[in-house]
């Protein structure tokens, strides 16, 4: 069975729900990025800043991982990305959004937390988010894992994150 956004081409995706506000900052691990790209074209719902010295959808690595996957070229570069250096300045253009980052311990359980259509989902490369950037967060979220579990790689983050938050805003009844 067809969705209705398949049935119907009419209808934006843009116009269902809010989509997920993702900053990747300082990824650069090329598979990262690029099953975070596989991921805001499958769900059509993802808008990605990327800060600091992080690798963006277009950079060469990611582009051609992802094209090895089967997606077209005007696909990978139509997706929604943006640029700053810094957190601070990632605040500062957005002052009506809460900064929430995604931490190994010590956050809320993000499967409990209260989303809001304007949060940015804030996640940190291979070392995660430095101490400086947490306090810079409106709120802390950790994934619940077992003891045996020091770390989770950011497209499996980015992945059980994004399609959450789009059930909890109703994204996938919309389209059916």
Known sequence: MKSQLLQNPEIKREHLVPPVKLALVYLNKPLDVALTAQLTIATGHIE??????????????????VASWGFSKESIKSLPEDKVQTVTELIERNP???????????????????WSDEDILVIGGANGLSRADQELMDGLVTIPTTEATSFMTVSNVVSALTYHILTQRGLWNKIR
């Open 48 to 65: 990605t800043t990327f800060v600091g010295k992080s690798m963006d959808y277009k950079h060469k690595k990611v582009a051609d991982k």
């Open 96 to 114: 009506n959004s809460r900064l929430i980052g995604c931490v190994v311990s010590g956050g809320s359980n993000p499967f409990e937390f209260d």
